[in-house]
């Protein structure tokens, strides 16, 4: 590390983001012929929480030929020490600029992270997009993580982009690259043969037809990279122990892939089918490597939905009593409402129940398919509270199709609903606090919301005030998520390619680091769109069912006559039930991989 | 009693003290090295450490006090050593009576100055006789003052760099700002130093005992 170097990390915030030396490091020095650097366009702390970057961080590691490293987006303040000092960006594992990388993946979890993206890539002083990377030697630039289900929005910066899971895509596209690069073929050759892979999508090979300012069609299409057998698949179990504490600061078990509940506004439920899962025994075997590895004090069973795991029961049980040896704490994310049973809760200090029920109706909740009725919610509240919960946090939509004000009302009442309850089954003196979060809804690409209209920001307004005014209870607590970032996700979900020059103008703008509240700047965002001549409202109406839709090119399995017929469904408030090996529901995902195999 | 002596080296200078405690206390459950918990209502491994090194100080001897009776100090070391990152890697394990409290009795610290100070010899080892030596630095967005005279106890230049014995615990004296303090007596530019603490000693009246020589009555 150069003198220079040490100087400037004496004087930010946390240096050990970017200095790496975690335990379990993989051997950064072998002998190798390709070297990838995966980047997420977050700080250290959320970056290595990732599950999506830990695995093919250690898959490619442990690849023959090949190291993997790391780097996260710098915070302000070490951005800004990099910039007057002249310092381009480098990996945390070994400190090598990103630009003497071979391939630098980055990893795209959001749509406020775009920013981030040409934040990362100017301190590492790439060119943007990749037709003024053509002359130069520049290491290749690919994209990956759950944007890519509409990646034109970023899709002109990359080289490739990898659509679907990285075990698969990443894999055999780092391979290939290996082979290309040991016989000397050039990187328009290889990218030629890379989109030969499933799931390798080259924007400047595959790219949208456009007639008077309408996608008319494209050059081809691409299929989503989906692992056959996840069971079989690789999964770290000795991963890095960040030094500095993370946001999730725990081990992981990834229990399975998909979701067969069908909500009609989830994008991760469709864009993940097939549903695969992995077998009790191998989770039993990577939960006790995990913890043995790590030190870890926490393992959580993570997956879109975890009380539909089938063995649940057995593997809570399982891993009770090999792995935690009463020194080890699970975590349940995402446990549906209508599954709660007071087993899957710690034994120790009673915390809140988080629950979501995402609308306040049985109207509603039937319009978007979430299968919780008011009977369910009623159970549960009244088993949570005999347990002794005495803290509730609720979920909700706002702004979801065909909402009423008598929906909003509906919120309202299930908070009074469970103030009522708890006068008869509560169990402790401490008065029951509620904490209800309100976000907005975002028709998001792939699913039968994909054309729906966004409220606009007014009407957002009005909602958030109803709840205010209406959740102004004694000890009950309202948070809502803010209209404009909302606005901005909406656009750039179901964006297109002319969208990356609103991205280049925020960026200029000063825009980065858009997800943290404190930081997001909306005018400079309107002032962005503006320069860039483009209205934010093209975006957000609602789409017509014939038009051809910018992310059509992608072949994800679910097809999009089902979305559709569950959009008309959603209108006639009918319900879908949830899939389940032997009643399937039809939604093309099994084209791709077998379910319930 | 087991006291691990070990070092913080490399990249690992820049993860803070509480962070490196985290990974000590992950290290001895990877490690499965059993600590005693403590008795109270929160029950917690029984383990100490010796004083804070400031970020990007590198240490050749830092210490390390777990209540740990059932495994031979030879043990420990080596379940040690394979669980920490190699950064941290421990020299020693001594199997001790009671914990020796470096904390509360290790009162000076010897830090290495990586750089040619050659030529300032005769100006810099005349600055430790000073009477009174008034540093001004920026505490936590404040100015504050601090006389750093009688915390220093000696200053040498060697063909390494520079050795100097400063106070450490409470009254504490940090090394970088009296480097810093240097380089303002002798109109030097300001830059960052590669500063490595090097010994840990107690000083009382004229004694001067290295940390193993305190040790020695605590040593089973």
């Not at chain 1, 509603?364 to 008011?374: E, F, H, Q, S």
Request: glycine fraction near 6%; charge should be neutral.
């Amino acid at each position: 590390m150069d003198n220079k170097l040490k100087e400037i990390l004496l004087k930010v915030e946390k240096p050990a983001r970017y200095v790496g030396g975690e335990f379990n490091m993989p051997d950064m020095n072998k002998p190798c012929s390709t070297r990838l650097c995966l980047c997420f366009p977050e700080i250290y702390e959320i970056g290595m929480s990732n599950i999506g970057v830990r695995i093919l961080y250690h898959l490619l590691n442990d690849m023959q030929g090949i190291v993997c490293e790391r780097c996260f987006a710098p915070f302000v303040d070490m951005g800004e020490q990099l910039k007057t000092n002249d310092i381009p960006l480098f990996s945390v594992d070994s400190g090598k600029p990103l630009s003497g990388f071979d391939i630098v993946g980055m990893s795209i979890g959001y749509e406020l992270l775009y920013t981030n993206v040409l934040y990362m890539l100017d301190l590492a002083g790439i060119p943007f997009r990749a037709k003024d990377r053509q002359n130069g030697n520049y290491p290749i630039l690919i994209a990956g993580g759950p944007c890519v289900v509409n990646p034109e929005p970023f899709a002109e910066i990359f080289d490739a982009i990898m659509i679907g899971e990285g075990e698969k895509n990443l894999k055999e596209f780092t391979l290939l690259y290996d082979e290309c690069k040991k016989q000397g073929i050039s990187k328009s050759e290889f990218l030629e043969k890379a989109a030969c892979l499933d799931g390798v999508y080259i924007p400047s090979k595959t790219y949208p037809v456009v007639k008077n300012g309408k996608i008319t069609g494209f050059t081809c299409s691409v299929k989503k990279a989906v692992v056959q057998d996840l069971d079989k698949e690789y999964f770290p179990t000795k991963i890095l122990v960040p030094n500095i504490e993370i946001t999730h600061d725990r081990a992981v078990l990834e229990l399975y892939r998909g979701c067969n509940n069908g909500c009609r506004f989830c994008q991760a439920c469709f864009y993940y089918r097939p549903i695969r899962s992995r077998r009790l025994q191998t989770l039993l075997e990577q939960g006790k490597q995990l913890v043995d590895s790590t030190g870890y004090s926490e393992l959580s069973l993570s997956s879109l939905s975890t009380s539909d795991y089938e063995s649940l029961h057995e593997l809570i049980c399982g891993l009770k009593a090999d792995v935690c040896n009463g020194n080890v704490r699970l975590a349940m994310p995402s446990l549906r409402l209508d599954s709660y049973k007071s087993e899957y809760m710690g034994s120790g200090r009673l915390g809140s129940l988080t629950f979501a029920p995402e609308a306040g109706s049985q109207r509603l909740r039937n319009v978007i398919n979430k299968n919780i009725t008011d009977e369910n919610i009623k159970n549960t509240i009244k088993s949570a509270l005999e347990y002794g919960y005495t803290g509730f946090k609720l979920y909700f939509m706002i702004g979801l199709p065909t909402e009423t004000i008598e929906d909003l009302q509906g919120i309202v009442d299930i908070v009074l609903l469970i103030k009522d309850m708890a006068k008869v089954y509560g169990k402790s003196k401490r008065p029951v606090q509620i904490t209800v979060s309100t976000s907005v809804f975002i028709p998001k690409p792939l699913t039968p919301f994909q054309w729906e209209r966004q409220i606009d920001e007014q009407e957002m307004l009005a909602k958030q005030r109803f709840l205010i005014d209406n959740l102004h209870i004694k000890n009950v607590r309202y948070n809502w998520h803010s209209a404009d970032s909302s606005i901005i996700e909406a656009v750039f979900s179901r964006g297109d390619r002319r969208l990356l020059d609103v991205i280049e103008q925020a960026y200029a703008l000063g825009c980065k680091f858009d997800g943290w509240s404190e930081r997001f700047d909306f005018d400079k965002w309107k002032q962005a769109f503006d320069n860039a001549g483009i209205n934010m409202s093209d975006y957000t109406r609602e789409w017509e069912e014939d038009e051809i839709l910018p992310w059509d090119f992608v072949e994800h399995g679910v097809t999009k006559k089902y979305l559709l017929s569950e959009k008309h469904k959603a209108y006639d408030g009918v319900v879908t039930k949830a899939c389940g090996k032997n009643s399937c529901t039809g939604c093309g995902a099994n084209k791709l991989g077998r379910c319930y195999s | 009693m087991k006291v691990i002596e070990h070092i913080k080296k490399g990249n690992i200078s820049y993860v803070s003290h509480i962070d490196s405690m985290r990974v000590l206390q992950r290290t001895l459950i990877r490690a499965n090295i059993n600590v005693k918990l403590s008795e109270g209502f929160n029950p917690h491994p029984v383990t100490y450490t010796s004083h804070p090194l400031p970020l990007g100080v590198e240490s050749e001897q830092e210490f390390f006090v777990i209540a740990n009776d059932d495994m031979s100090a030879e043990q420990v070391l080596n379940a040690f050593n394979n669980n920490i990152p190699s950064g941290m890697l421990a020299v020693k394990c001594y199997d001790c009576i009671k914990n020796p409290n470096f904390a509360k009795n290790v009162n000076y610290c010897e830090y290495l100055v990586k750089g040619n100070f050659l030529q300032y010899k005769k100006e810099i080892e005349i600055l430790q006789n000073e009477k009174s030596w008034v540093i001004k630095f920026d505490f936590k967005g404040t100015e504050k003052e601090q006389d750093i005279a009688p915390l220093i106890h000696s200053l040498k230049v060697v063909n390494k760099g520079l050795v100097m014995i400063i106070a450490t615990g409470n009254p504490n004296l940090r090394p970088d700002r009296v480097v810093s303090a240097i380089c303002d007596k002798l109109v030097l530019p300001q830059k960052a130093f590669n500063i490595v603490r090097t010994k840990q000693l107690v000083i009382n009246n004229d004694k001067i005992l290295t940390a193993e020589e305190f040790l020695q009555e605590y040593i089973k």
